[in-house]
């Protein structure tokens, strides 16, 4: 099993920026395919980035290209999503996920086998 923790989340204004955290623990040799997703009251859960294993491809929503940027540290088994220029339509819950094993569907919420609890991001116009 897979234990994911998200944290960094919080109250900002529009234009400012947040580094959200994701630290991975227990069987975390088997992961592969990490990404962040987001929810807002009413909506379904969306895709925001995710990136492989080797750190070196990277994949984002459209709604975020450019001034979100995913991360990971292998070493230390966490994931990060440095979120810049925030805007109030990003205001949502971000949850971090997780898969055992690749899958080249890298934005399907179904291929993902862990996910956190999830943290809140509230953006103020």
């Known amino acids: 099993q897979v234990q994911l923790v998200e944290s960094g989340g919080g109250l900002v204004q529009a234009g400012g920026s947040l580094r959200l955290s994701c630290a991975a623990s227990g069987r975390t040799f088997s992961l592969s395919n990490m990404g962040w997703f987001r929810r807002t009251p009413g909506k379904e859960r969306e895709f925001v980035a995710a990136i492989r294993r080797s750190g070196g491809n990277t994949f984002y929503a459209d709604s975020v290209k450019g001034r979100f940027t995913i991360s990971r540290d292998n070493a230390k088994n966490t994931v990060y999503l440095q979120m810049n220029s925030l805007k109030p339509e990003d205001t949502a819950a971000y949850y971090c996920?997780?898969?055992?094993?690749?899958?080249?569907?890298?934005?399907?919420?179904?291929?993902?086998?862990?996910w956190g609890q999830g943290t809140q991001v509230t953006v103020s116009s």
């Open positions: 996920a997780a898969r055992a094993g690749y899958s080249s569907s890298i934005s399907v919420q179904g291929n993902y086998d862990y």
